[in-house]
């Protein structure tokens, strides 16, 4: 079954904006997703149809086949919900967000206990339980949004944009416990601007711009869509002008910075070996683009030249 | 994993959890919730029940301090009622947390229902509070504790509705102080907390009838003294009235999310 399935999903705001111009989804449950776009593409309009913030003007969403029209209670008590901004009570102290969440959830008081001290020590905020809110950094505002749509246990976790504004070490270790809960079973849906995050986590993704769904696949066959990819190669010595090497587009960057373009009919390894035939040799190399990225710029790009 | 409680249960928690959130914040901060009322209706006793009320003798057949007792009660429990559910639920808004109960399942009826619950703990606390400080100033013995105790909680109730659906409609911080000063103020003034309505001529008693508060003043006032300028069934009923289209109306704006959903 399905985890989420939406069909025809439009919303149209009241100053005539279309935001969603019928985007059909379907997540598989224990499916780790991502939902990428550029700003204003329609992510967090879908994202607030999903979980109830935002009311759609038509179209249907089921969550493990139950319709969030007909049986709103049991869709909403299946979703946990981290959002973009932060929206919390700054004067409560930590704990208490999480033990009110699990109270609007109907768990018992001393349950609501229980579950807020194991999802706070799992995400190290324990120590900081009797703080309020308005004092944490925005790293510890974002694990306590996870924590909290955690507290009900939900079996899909929607993230919108859970790393903005995270430093690398908070981004890496909330990562990992992702990965954790999607191991455990925990389908997962995030909307990201780090492409790196969503290659790195999400075996689907979907592409979103201008309120459609411009493409919709594994990431590793969206990639190997890819026509051209861009390495930056260091060099050994220095060089005093480009060397002809067929099949291989170069570019200097500076005497011993080499940018080369491979295309899919040519290899890695033949790089190499006519490198090597010049006499040229290479101290280290690095994507100059990451390739989820340059996938995403490119539909982005093509979007673009095909709007009026 | 998602097992939640029965739906009873489940809802008897919720409501449970929004009412104690509800009293912890109005009593963290009981200096601007609980004791401004206190104040306010101390220097009402010094100054119109002590100082002026002396000179004014009896009203409706009792010293004007203890007619006046009873609508300066209401006044507290219907002022703290009203801005304690438009301050909080508009707070909610304005912070976003609202959205941590509209991502659960928790049902319009009963965000509604802790929310007004909120209200009338703190509109029934000040009201306990300016009852003692009552005490102070003159001996108080209450005809019926069951009319007073009903007006008081229907009364709470029903101010608890309107600062609900004033917190809806609000869209600044400005827009929850508009009603209780231009519309809540002169209503409880007018609604013969410091007079009786048989001392006005007779176009401006007729007038008076169409208040509201001036019911609600009324039938407390009957519980705690026995008299009345209004008939208790009709002050019941237009309580009553009152509350379910405020009740029915509320729920209506929260199923279709006006002003907190886009």
Known sequence: ?308 | MSRLPPRWNRYRVTFATLVSKEVTRFSRIWVQTVLPSAITTMLYFVIFGRLIGERIGPMGGFAYIDFIVPGLVLMAVITNSYSNVVSSFYSSKFSRFIEELLVSPAPSWVILAGYVAGGVARGLTVGVVVILVALLFTDLSVHSYLVTTLVLVLTSVLFALGGFINAIYARSFDDISIVPTFVLTPLTYLGGVFYSIELLPPFWQSLSLANPVLYMVNAFRYGILGVSDIPMALAFAIIVLFIAVLGFFSLYLLDRGVGIKT
């Open chain 1, 1 to 308: 079954m399905p985890a989420l399935v939406a069909r025809q999903l439009r919303k149209t705001y009241k100053n005539g904006y279309e935001a969603l111009k019928g985007v059909d989804l379907s997540v598989e449950e224990g499916d780790f997703f991502a939902l990428l776009g550029p700003n204003g593409a329609g992510k967090s309009t879908l994202i607030g149809i999903l979980t109830s913030l935002i009311n759609k003007t038509s179209g249907s969403v089921e969550v493990f086949g139950h319709d969030l029209d007909r049986e709103p209670e049991t869709v909403k008590s299946l979703l946990g919900v981290v959002p973009q901004e932060f929206n919390f009570n700054l004067f409560l102290p930590v704990e208490e967000v999480v033990i009110n969440q699990a109270g609007y959830f109907g768990i018992p008081r001393r349950e609501a206990r229980e579950r807020a001290e194991y999802y706070l020590r799992k995400l190290e905020l324990w120590d900081r339980r009797r703080s309020e809110m308005r004092l944490l950094s925005g790293g510890l505002k974002r694990r306590l949004m996870i924590a909290r749509a955690l507290v009900h246990r939900p079996r899909m976790l929607i993230l919108d944009e859970p790393t903005a504004g995270v430093d690398i070490e908070i981004r890496r270790a909330m990562w990992d416990y992702l990965r954790e809960l999607n191991a455990g079973g925990t389908t997962i849906i995030l909307t990201t601007h780090y492409l790196e995050e969503a290659e790195s986590l999400c075996r689907n993704i979907a592409i979103i711009s201008r309120g459609s769904i411009e493409a919709v696949g594994e990431t590793a066959d969206l990639l190997s869509a890819l026509d051209t990819e861009t390495f930056v190669l260091n060099l050994k010595g220095r060089i005093a002008q480009l060397p002809e090497l067929g099949g291989f587009v170069l570019e200097s960057i500076d005497d011993s910075t080499l940018e080369v373009q491979i295309n899919r009919e040519h290899t890695i390894n033949g790089l190499f070996d006519a490198l090597s035939r010049n006499g040229i040799e290479v101290i280290s190399m690095r994507n100059k683009q990451n390739r989820l990225e340059k996938l995403f710029l490119d539909m982005v790009d093509q979007e673009r030249g095909r709007a009026p």
